[in-house]
């Protein structure tokens, strides 16, 4: 089994900035490029920052650009998402995702598209 698991969320006033990690876990063999998106109340999915394995590629999606920055330890198999400058509309319950291989009895298994349960930013005074 693996998981991604997302923490940091809470409640956060405007002008303030929030940091997330999400971490994958269980018999991993590697984790390629992962990613941040975000899903507004009553809004459409949001992609925020993606990062590759090796840094070499980061991208970052028009809602946060210029107000966000996204790293990643991989010797820890967790990818970490900062924003500053917060919105009342940066509210949104955050996700990640990730490329994850993880190893099994007798062979490995890739989960192209591993999704984490998500953690609540709530933006307001």
């Known amino acids: 089994q693996v998981h991604l698991a997302e923490s940091g969320g809470g409640l956060v006033q405007p002008g303030g900035s929030l940091s997330l990690s999400c971490a994958a876990s269980?018999?991993?063999?590697?984790?390629?490029?992962m990613a941040w998106y975000r899903h507004p109340p009553g809004k459409q999915r949001e992609f925020v920052a993606k990062i590759s394995k090796t840094n070499d590629i980061i991208d970052y999606g028009e809602a946060a650009k210029g107000r966000a920055i996204i790293s990643r330890d991989n010797a820890k198999n967790t990818v970490y998402l900062s924003i500053n400058s917060l919105k009342p509309e940066d509210t949104a319950v955050y996700f990640c995702t990730a490329d994850v291989v993880v190893r099994g009895d007798d062979t490995q298994y890739r989960y192209s598209d591993l999704w984490g349960q998500g953690t609540l930013v709530l933006v307001s005074s």
């Open positions: 269980g018999s991993i063999v590697s984790v390629g490029n």
